[in-house]
């Protein structure tokens, strides 16, 4: 399988497209990044993590008094009129209008922090309602519905706060995943159709390993390479984000992004983080399945990257109609996550993230077993040589 | 040894049919499968490969069907294909490894094994260097080399000889004389000259028929014509003699001031001719010029 392996990326193209994507994608990331910064009154980005940096953790009265008193003192005086553009040494950022920003947004996000709670037992009452209304019509689907909606939301609330526009930013950041696909294409494009493309075909389907073994060392190193390409890029945001945004905060559940207030996975931003990268590992081994297909179904690689270009689009397309079959949602799950996304399967609810993680890994052993008999076919009896 | 049988065998690209009534008995040593482009050398060794499905009768090895031996029929065969370009990236020794994984051959024994056959071969200073940076030739001895990884009972070598210069081509012939003795080898060519010194026997492909010559050194004495030898003055005139008789080489000779040309037929060509004996080479044009 080694063999396999080196084949598709011992090639000097393959390093330089590599370290180029992963330039490209390290400036987009760090631009993306960055976007937390000011980049016009560098003080400001500074006073602003110094100040999350002085109320960060458990929440506390002596906190929650600090940013109400010198919000509400920062608005007096924006409201008033009265008070210096200049420059002023006794401020927090160096501006009296910066420091009603900075304390308008931290006041905001403690202020939904704190307040979370209340937010989630509403939900929760609400849901409680809609499933006795539905009790009554006898809809046992909406009944289970309401029911694990008010399950998710039961016993919600947010006791420690951080700075989250880090965490915002990078669930948001979804470029790496365009260079990842292109990337298993161009790599994997000539997984099988090299070998007919190089004239090795015969030699390989004329030994005694050739037509059975070799197949699945082809398919293993082929979702071996995509997951490489997949975990180098990831961890490559990752850092990038971590350094530059500072992410911390682990523990802390996801709920507290306020991006993801109607998430309906209760867990932390280190179990959502490992949830998101299964979901876009299971998307990715779908997608080199897919170009495992095109090439077992062409002798050339251009044509092979050409007909696997044509799968993705019709992927792109399922996931533009919204219907509940959507394999590039799992490439970005986060966007599902958002809210409570729900399939109906057998007249019952599930995440839709849950339901395509398991249609992936069908559509996965479906397409292999159709590369497999591909491969073992083409090998069997040839009639595509004439002299 | 094994004899390699092939019995009523027909072949045919839909309605084309291109092999018809083969019948083939194959010892060990060297025979050469000769023919035109175009013949069904390759589509011949497909076949004996079990690669190509016959449209009827069989091809039997040590008594079996060698279809219905499966994978196993592959463990006795060694097979260098036409022009073979292999893997750009692999060095050679990496290469050889990964065919004789791809052979079923133990770990332990690849090693031995590859470190032999690069000698062989004259490859061994090659071992690290990429197949990307090798001539045709080296790829040839290192094709040869891998058609050897699991000692097999028939070598089969396609146009092995082809974009040789004379020194590779030299090199080549020596070593498939060395193991030539021991194994059925079946050396496909239209380069008549590679095969006159190491072929004891030959396939000739002719009009979808295959016929096995036992002993190639009597072939050209049954040709049922004669060859000639004459020379001419004049450029001019060659052209008249290739339009009239079967011409198998001309030559320029006497410090370039004369031609000489050799010519296939029953009466003689001209008052200066003289008779010569006939090649294998004047062989193959007798029976395959039109």
């Known amino acids: 399988m080694k ?36 980049k016009k009154y560098k003080n400001a980005s500074e006073c602003q993590k110094n100040i999350y940096k002085k109320i960060e953790g458990k929440i506390t009265q002596d906190k929650a008094d600090f940013i109400s008193t010198e919000y509400e003192r920062l608005k007096k005086t924006i409201e008033s009129g009265d008070y210096s553009k200049e420059y002023d040494e006794t401020t927090y950022s160096g501006y009296i209008f910066l420091d009603y920003n900075i304390f308008k947004e931290i006041y905001d996000e403690f202020k939904y922090n704190v307040e979370y709670k209340t937010e989630a037992e509403n939900i929760c009452k609400k849901a409680n309602e809609c499933e006795k209304i539905y009790e009554i019509k006898d809809n046992k689907y909406f009944v289970e519905y309401y029911k694990n909606y008010s399950v998710i939301f039961s016993n919600r609330y947010i006791d420690e706060f951080y700075d989250t526009r880090g965490w915002d930013i990078y669930f948001k950041y979804s470029f790496s995943n365009l260079i990842i696909i292109m990337l298993i294409i161009f790599i994997n494009c000539g997984i099988f159709c090299n070998e ?11 030994t005694s390993s050739g037509k059975t073994h070799l197949i699945r060392d082809k398919i293993i190193a082929g979702v071996i390479v995509s997951l490489i390409i997949a975990c180098v890029f990831y961890i490559e945001d990752f850092i990038i984000f971590m350094t530059v945004t500072n992410l911390h905060g682990f523990d802390n559940l996801i709920y507290s992004v306020r991006t993801f207030k109607m998430c309906p996975l209760n867990v932390s931003m280190l179990q959502f983080c490992i949830y998101i990268f299964i979901c876009k590992i299971t998307g990715i081994i779908v997608i080199s399945s897919l170009v495992a297909l095109a090439s077992s179904m062409s002798d050339t690689n251009f044509v092979s990257s050409v007909l696997a270009v044509i799968f993705i689009i019709v992927l792109v397309i399922f996931n533009n109609i919204k219907i509940k079959t959507d394999i590039l949602c799992l490439i970005t799950p986060q966007l599902y996550l958002k809210e409570y996304d729900i399939v109906r399967i057998f007249n019952k609810p599930m995440l839709k993230t849950n339901y395509n993680m398991i249609f992936a890994l069908l559509i996965v052993i479906a397409v292999y077993t159709a590369v497999w008999w591909l491969e073992a076919e083409s090998g069997k009896v040839m009639k595509k040589e004439r002299i | 040894m094994a004899e390699l ?4 065998v027909d072949f045919s690209y839909g309605k084309n049919k291109v092999l018809q009534d083969i019948n083939i008995v194959l010892e060990k040593g060297v025979t050469a499968l000769l023919g035109p482009n175009g013949a069904g050398k390759t589509t011949l060794i497909n076949i004996i490969m079990a690669l190509y ?13 060698v279809r219905k031996l499966k994978e196993s029929y592959y463990d006795y065969i060694g097979y260098l294909p036409q022009m073979p370009q292999f893997y750009k990236n692999f060095t050679a020794a990496q290469f050889l490894e990964y065919m004789g994984t791809l052979k079923g051959i133990e770990k332990k024994e690849l090693k031995n094994k590859i470190n032999e056959l690069l000698i062989l071969v004259n490859l061994r200073d090659e071992r690290n260097k990429k197949i990307g940076a090798f001539s045709g030739g080296m790829r040839q001895r290192l094709g040869i080399a891998q058609a050897l990884l699991n000692d097999p009972h028939i070598l089969i070598l396609d146009e092995p000889t082809a974009g040789l210069d004379p020194n590779e081509r030299i090199r080549f012939r020596n070593i498939i004389s060395q193991i030539g003795s021991s194994k059925i080898v079946i050396l496909a060519t239209h380069i008549v000259s590679d095969v006159e010194c190491i072929a004891s026997k030959a396939i000739f492909i002719k009009d979808k028929h295959a016929v096995l010559i036992n002993n190639l050194s009597d072939l050209p004495g049954k040709m049922q014509t004669n060859v000639w030898i004459t020379q001419v003055e004049d450029e001019s005139k060659i052209e008249e003699y290739i339009v009239r008789y079967m011409v198998s080489n001309i030559r320029m000779v006497e410090d370039n001031k004369k031609y000489e040309l050799k010519i296939i037929s029953d009466e003689k060509p001209d008052d200066n001719a003289v008779m010569s004996l006939p090649g294998l080479e004047d062989a193959f044009l007798y029976y395959y010029g039109e």
Do not use: Q, T, W
Not at chain 1, 9 to 37: E, H, P, Q, T
Not at chain 1, 196 to 206: W, Y
Not at chain 2, 53 to 65: A, F, L, W
């Open chain 1, 3 to 38: 063999f396999e392996v080196k084949k598709l990326v011992c090639k000097r193209i393959v390093y330089v497209i590599v370290v180029l994507s992963m330039l490209i994608n390290g400036i987009y990331c760090f631009n993306s990044a960055d976007r937390i910064n000011s």
């Open chain 2, 5 to 8: 049988i092939l019995k009523n």
């Open chain 2, 53 to 65: 499905k016959p449209d009827r009768g069989e091809v039997i090895y040590d008594n079996h069907n």
């Open chain 1, 196 to 206: 007919r493309e190089e004239k090795m075909a015969v030699l390989i389907i004329s």
